[in-house]
């Protein structure tokens, strides 16, 4: 499986969450019973510093449906470059299974785009 591409846009300040549907290549929902995710936001893929760890929720595992979510506290510690609004940060970011026996599967990767706060 090829992990697909998504780039997801962030407003820093602001709960921000996404809902997917996972599919296998034939069109039918993936079962993910017994799968755990895991997310990360990084300035770059061979960054060491984490910026952002959404919280991966299976929603619905028979139907292949799972949330990936940040609170509102954790987009405003995601720091932005520049003091302008029009100054939205552009970072990388995977999400990946992991199944009952360690296997690791990209599900998505791509840009994460934060737009910076204004009211504090």
């Known amino acids: 499986m090829i992990a697909g591409v998504l780039d997801i846009y962030i407003e820093q300040g602001t709960t921000w969450s996404i809902d997917l549907t996972i599919q296998q290549s034939n069109g039918q929902p993936m079962d993910l019973t017994g799968y755990t995710g895991r997310c990360q936001i990084r300035s770059s893929a061979i960054s060491q510093t984490i910026l952002a760890s959404p919280a991966v929720t ?25 003091y302008s ?36």
């Not at 028979?62 to 470059?81: F, Q, R």
């Not at 029009?86 to 296997?103: A, F, T």
Request: aromatic share 6%; no cysteine; hydrophobic share 40%.
């Open 58 to 82: 299976v929603t619905d595992a028979k139907n292949g449906k799972l949330t990936i979510s940040l609170t509102a506290d954790e987009t405003a510690a995601i720091p932005v470059n520049g």
């Open 85 to 120: 609004y029009s100054s939205v940060s552009q970072y990388v970011y995977d999400l990946e299974l992991v199944d009952g026996m360690g296997r690791v599967m990209r599900l998505l990767n791509g840009y994460a785009r934060i737009s910076p706060e204004v009211t504090r």
